[in-house]
Nanobody
Framework: QVQLVESGGGLVQAGGSLRLSCAASGRTFSNYLMGWFRQAPGKEREFVAGIPWSGDSTYYADSVKGRFTISIDNAKNTVYLQMNSLKPEDTAVYCC??????????????????WGQGTQVTVSS
């Protein structure tokens, strides 16, 4: 059974940092691309960052470029999202997802095969 389990969310002041983790289990993920998405209240789910399991390239939404860093630890089967210089508009539920066979992230949520339950990130002004 495939499981993606996020952790690391919380409440932080604007300008602060958080690191999210996504622990993957239940299968071999070497043929998957891992993505982070977020959804704020009343808004659609949006792509944040993506990385193939090889870890040799990274992709970001323009809104987080230069502030967020996605990385992967293959030995731990864990994907990370380091979030710096957080803004109130970054407040959302953050989910990780796995897309089989992709090397470049597809930014449409329906393309992804597996999802975690999400972790809340709240940035106060």
């Amino acid at each position: 059974q495939v499981q993606l389990v996020e952790s690391g969310g919380g409440l932080v002041q604007a300008g602060g940092s958080l690191r999210l983790s996504c622990a993957a289990s239940g299968r071999t993920f070497s043929n998957y691309l891992m993505g982070w998405f977020r959804q704020a209240p009343g808004k659609e789910r949006e792509f944040v960052a993506g990385i193939p399991w090889s870890g040799d390239s990274t992709y970001y939404a323009d809104s987080v470029k230069g502030r967020f860093t996605i990385s992967i630890d293959n030995a731990k089967n864990t994907v990370y999202l380091q979030m710096n210089s957080l803004k109130p508009e970054d407040t959302a539920v953050y989910c990780c997802a796995a897309d089989y066979g992709a090397y470049v992230p597809r930014r449409v949520p329906t393309a992804y095969d597996y999802w975690g339950q999400g972790t809340q990130v709240t940035v106060s002004s």
